[in-house]
């Protein structure tokens, strides 16, 4: 006769109770906003981090007057009733 064929059962609802669990909430989304960090080892080279508000629609690059690029998004928003403008100065999104 197997002795261990009790331990089966409770093993099996020991893993049923763990994983029935509730899952973590997920972290809140990041603040809207652009951060601009210079790489090290590079001659001006500039990483660009947006997170923006609503759906992106599309970029582009175009060289400025200094004859450096500058990075346009289009973006729409999520809500259709929300404002096509956000709130601040316009520099800021």
């Given amino acids: 006769m197997n002795r261990r064929s009790g331990a089966a059962p409770v093993g099996a609802l020991a ?32 990483r660009t981090d947006a997170v923006l508000p609503g759906r992106l629609l599309d970029t582009a690059l175009p060289r400025g007057a200094d004859g450096r690029r500058r990075l346009l998004a289009l973006t729409a928003p999520d809500d259709p009733k929300a404002s096509s403008a956000p709130e601040g100065p316009r520099a800021l999104y």
Avoid: K, Y
């Fill in 15 to 46: 893993l049923l109770l763990l994983t029935g669990a509730a899952p973590t909430p997920p972290p809140p989304p990041p603040a809207v906003g652009v951060t601009v960090t210079p790489i090290s080892g590079s001659a001006g080279a500039r």
